[in-house]
């Protein structure tokens, strides 16, 4: 578990190296990425558009629900911290200003608050604040490693994986830190759970020997593989406009890629290839 545990934290910046974190973006049939340390999105006309186009590393990221802006983690100060701006680049705005490590930064599905994980308390927990960087609570507040990528659909609930109880599991609590509840407890590592648009919460498990997609009722009941592929399979992406066809990672062809996956048809499609268009 413990080596597990390192290479999992060192994972979370060694991922920019390859394409990672795929989301559509909202209002849109565009889907973004991160690839070696940049914000892409692939456009209308299939062509690359970078957000940041910048020196610094950006390694994850999350649009408004009303798509006019993103927050993105990043060192350009020279430590990872939490910033927001508007797609062209305009009204940047640094949230988070502590020498510590602020990563993964969600955004609320009512718009008004971003979640993020730091290490400014010792360990990872997970933080909430407001848009403009002001209240700043650490709202897992636990000794074990907590990390968050999503929020429940209602937006009232915060999903996200611990090594708490031993191996990573899957967790809910509400969004002020109360009412903590598992949701997976497998012996093998469970991570990234992501909400769906039915309230189901899909997430990713290594239980049979490498990463695939499950999907579950919210309560945890009721568990169906989704993804599963000889490669590894995780960070599926749900949407409002793409409700059944959503955005995942795997390295089914050697290479961490983007895919869609057609959730009705069991169709996987490969969107990226080496950090362009995969011509699909
Ligand atoms: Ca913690
Ligand atoms: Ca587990
Ligand atoms: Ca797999």
């Known amino acids: 578990m413990r080596l597990f545990f390192c290479i999992y934290l060192s994972g979370l910046f060694a991922l920019h190296k390859s394409h990672a974190q795929p989301a559509w973006v909202p209002s849109t049939d565009q889907i973004s990425f991160t690839y ?4 892409l999105v692939i456009g209308p006309d299939r062509d690359l558009i970078n957000l940041t186009n910048s020196q610094s590393t950006e390694i994850h990221k ?3 629900p009303d798509g006019q802006k993103v927050a993105f983690d990043s060192d350009r100060s020279g430590a990872m911290e939490i910033y927001t701006m508007n797609l062209d680049g305009s009204d940047l705005r640094q949230l988070t200003f502590d020498s510590s490590r602020n990563l993964v930064p969600v955004w609320s599905k009512d718009g008004k608050k971003i979640a993020f994980n730091s290490t ?3 360990n990872w ?7 403009d960087g002001t209240n700043q609570v650490n709202v897992s507040n636990n000794s074990a490693s907590d990390l968050v990528r999503s929020w429940s659909w209602d937006g009232e609930k915060i999903l996200f994986d611990s090594d708490r109880a031993g191996s990573r599991d899957i967790y ?3 969004k002020d830190g109360t009412d903590v509840k598992v ?3 497998w012996p093998s590592n469970e991570r990234i759970a992501m909400a769906a648009p039915d309230d189901r919460i899909a997430f990713s498990s290594d239980k049979n020997g490498n990463e695939d997609i499950f999907i579950m009722d919210e309560n945890g009941g009721n568990v169906n593989v989704l993804v599963q592929t000889e490669g590894n399979e995780f960070y599926p992406f749900f949407s409002v406009e793409n409700r059944n066809i ?3 990672i795997s390295d089914a062809s050697g290479e961490r890629e983007v895919y869609t996956l057609n959730i ?3 169709k996987m499609t490969q969107i990226t290839k080496r950090g362009k268009f995969s011509g699909n």
């Open 183 to 185: 949701l997976v407890d």
């Open 120 to 122: 400014r308390d010792g």
């Open 264 to 266: 009705n048809k069991g």
């Open 246 to 248: 959503i955005t995942l």
């Open 62 to 64: 999350s649009f408004s």
């Open 36 to 39: 070696k340390g940049e914000i």
């Open 172 to 174: 809910v609590m509400d």
């Open 125 to 131: 927990e997970i933080y909430t604040m407001d848009l």
